[in-house]
């Protein structure tokens, strides 16, 4: 498929999408705790709470990735959570409408359309979005997939710090960092994974124009 970057359509979710959400899902995710997957019940959800916060990136009408957020104010002295906590197991009914951060629910592509910059326009939308409500940024919990090789040899901490020097290369923390996410920690025991194991990476992007 030689789809050029141009013909990426990102659009705010809809319901009609919602059953190609829950295949995107189980294909970005094989490994992960079912229970832990987005369906079509949160998709409705989220649209119902918090329409703005839904993209799309779409090829010929075709889903090829998604993104969902909620807003949240975030306490960076007790940053442990899990990701169910996060994100009300799915449904983002704790969404405050004041918070002031937006919180990363879900970022995925499909695997065959990998590398070719569609997180970055999913990223692109979620900026927008933070400038135009003058949000202070994004915070989410970074899964590390390229960990899994290095943690006989290193902490997790160590593998985030050589990631994010340039020094190691992770196929979804490397991207984040990519566009301006910092690690500022790590958060343990964050969502079951069987493959990717269950701690994340505490990864925050400051609105340059944020107006405090």
């Known amino acids: 498929m030689n789809h050029h970057m141009n013909d990426v359509v990102v659009i705010e979710t809809t319901k009609q999408y919602a059953d190609a959400i829950e295949v995107l899902q189980r294909q970005c995710y094989p490994t992960l705790d079912p229970t832990l997957l987005i369906r079509r019940v949160h998709v409705e959800s989220q649209i119902a709470v918090f329409p703005e916060g839904q993209h799309l990136a779409l ?57 070719r910059g569609i997180a970055s326009k999913l990223y692109d939308a979620r900026k927008a979005l933070i400038k135009r409500l003058n949000l202070r940024g994004m915070v989410g919990g970074g899964m590390v997939p390229g960990y899994r090789f290095h943690k006989h040899e290193m902490s997790l901490e160590t593998y985030a710090a050589k990631v994010s020097a340039g020094e190691l290369h992770d196929p979804t923390l490397t991207p984040q960092l990519k566009n301006g996410y910092v690690v500022r920690g790590v958060i ?21 124009d944020y107006q405090g």
């Not at 969404?95 to 879900?106: M, R, S, V």
């Not at 964050?190 to 925050?204: K, S």
């Open 59 to 115: 090829i010929d009408g075709v889903v090829v990735g998604m993104s969902s957020t909620l807003r949240l104010n975030i306490d960076f002295s007790d940053s442990q959570h899990t990701f169910e906590e996060m994100i009300a197991g799915g449904y983002i009914t704790n969404h405050d409408p004041q918070g002031e951060w937006l919180y990363g629910a879900d970022m995925s592509t499909h695997p065959d359309y990998r590398r």
């Open 188 to 208: 343990y025991n964050y969502l079951q994974d069987a493959l990717l194991g269950n701690d994340a990476t505490l990864i925050v992007w400051d609105n340059p």
